[in-house]
């Protein structure tokens, strides 16, 4: 299958920064990429979809503004949580799809959020 | 919006046991992905079904699309321990094309 490569897969940090989580599809270009929230034990939330360069398209109750989503290349997508606090500590991963993958959906390996 | 009814939520199984989960809705989806997940890791892709009753195995996996479009099963013949983990439905949807997820099987299997 396609692989999607996700960074870093964990981050800790203190509340009121900002972090950034790359997503990268290594060996097909992905024309649509998805960001999935996932608490524990619980099912994967879409957050945004977004379509290579242009704005992402977010879901009811996603703030727009402090999930920031870029997707400048066929092969890279952004997420950056601003301002992070406590209640934003999740899973996070993205997934991504293109002609090449028959448009089946491969997902990064995840992101393990922990805000101090 | 469009949601899936995935069943059961968990199974505590034997080892060399079969095991079967389902995922059904009111609406009518284009395609079908079973996944599954391991704990700390993202979904990983098991079977796509693009046809209403299509049957397609993945080795000791089957899984089916339903006539109806609004449902689907996933079969696991034989289980082994690697088989634990978290197994999702997730159904494609209209012109919006967005994944639905499932709520998740949790599959525990005693050696």
């Known amino acids: 299958g396609a692989v999607v490569s996700q960074h870093p897969s964990w981050v800790i940090c203190k509340s009121g920064t900002s972090v950034k989580i790359e997503c990268r599809s290594l060996?097909?270009?992905?024309?649509?990429m998805f960001w999935y929230r996932q608490f524990p034990k619980q099912s994967l939330m879409l957050m945004a979809t977004?379509?290579?360069?242009?704005?992402?398209?977010?879901e009811q109750g996603v703030e727009k503004d402090k999930f920031l989503i870029n997707h400048a290349s066929l092969t890279l997508s952004t997420l950056t949580v601003t301002s992070a606090h406590p209640e934003d500590s999740s899973f996070y991963i993205c997934?991504?799809?293109?002609?090449?993958?028959?448009?089946?959906?491969?997902f990064g390996s995840g992101t393990q959020l922990s805000v101090l | 919006g469009q949601q899936l009814n995935q069943s059961p939520q968990s199974m505590f199984i034997q080892e060399g046991e079969d095991v079967s989960m389902n995922c059904t809705s009111s609406?009518?989806?284009?395609?079908w992905l079973w996944y599954k997940q391991d704990p700390g890791e993202g979904p990983v892709l098991l079977i796509a079904?693009?046809?209403?009753?299509e049957l397609t195995s993945n080795g000791r996996l089957t899984a089916q699309f339903g006539i109806t479009r609004k449902d689907s099963f996933l079969n696991i013949s034989a289980s082994i321990p690697s088989d634990v983990g978290i197994y999702f439905c997730?159904?494609?949807?209209?012109?919006?094309?967005?994944?639905?997820f499932g709520q998740g099987t949790r599959l525990t299997i005693n050696p």
């Open positions: 060996d097909f270009q992905a024309t649509t």
């Open positions: 997730a159904g494609l949807w209209g012109g919006a094309q967005k994944l639905v």
């Open positions: 997934s991504a799809r293109g002609q090449a993958t028959n448009e089946k959906l491969f």
């Open positions: 079904l693009y046809k209403a009753g």
């Open positions: 977004s379509n290579e360069g242009s704005k992402a398209t977010y």
């Open positions: 609406s009518i989806f284009n395609t």
